[in-house]
């Protein structure tokens, strides 16, 4: 089974949200469980069921960050060493070929700590595909889903 790549800022996320479900929302939900049944007949009741359902889910999502964690490759990205060469975990500065007035900021990870509204890229996404193996100041081209696309890369560092 092959492993899958995090950073070491997203397995500390993960590992944030794995300690919050076990320790915080799973005793909050036996609870809840606890509090429906008092309230007598199961069939008719909605408290109940949603409890129950709610459960289900974080039993579910507890058991995917444990599989996810166990199966991970941490890459501390603080320690690479790639120089200005686009690798997993590094930052990229990018400007747009046609729009030279608007810089965008990716850092590369992996696909389960990917998040779009916080500048982080999935290494399997379309442009990080690209972006892979290049260096400061070339040009990379890549298919979008709204026609082809081609930054200029300014900057690549580290940051942890």
């Not at 965008?104 to 779009?116: C, M, N, P």
């Amino acid at each position: 089974m092959s492993q899958t790549p995090l950073t070491k800022a997203g397995a500390e996320r993960l590992r944030a949200e794995l300690d919050r479900l076990k320790k915080k929302d799973r005793p909050a939900v036996i609870e809840a469980i606890a509090e429906a049944r008092a309230h007598g007949d199961l069939k008719e009741n909605a408290e109940y069921h949603a409890a129950r359902e709610q459960q289900g889910f974080i039993e579910a999502r507890i058991r995917d960050l444990e599989a996810t964690l166990g199966n991970s490759r941490i890459i501390d990205v603080a320690s690479l060493n790639a120089g200005s060469k686009v690798v997993f975990g590094a930052t990229v500065v990018l400007m747009e070929e046609r729009d030279e007035a608007e810089e965008v900021t990716w850092q590369i990870v992996g696909d389960l700590e990917a998040d779009s509204t916080q500048g982080r890229l999935a290494i399997s996404a379309p442009l990080a595909r690209a972006l892979i193996g290049n260096e400061e100041g070339d040009v990379v081209e890549f298919r979008a889903p709204n026609g082809m696309r081609s930054y200029e890369i300014v900057e690549v560092r580290y940051d942890s």
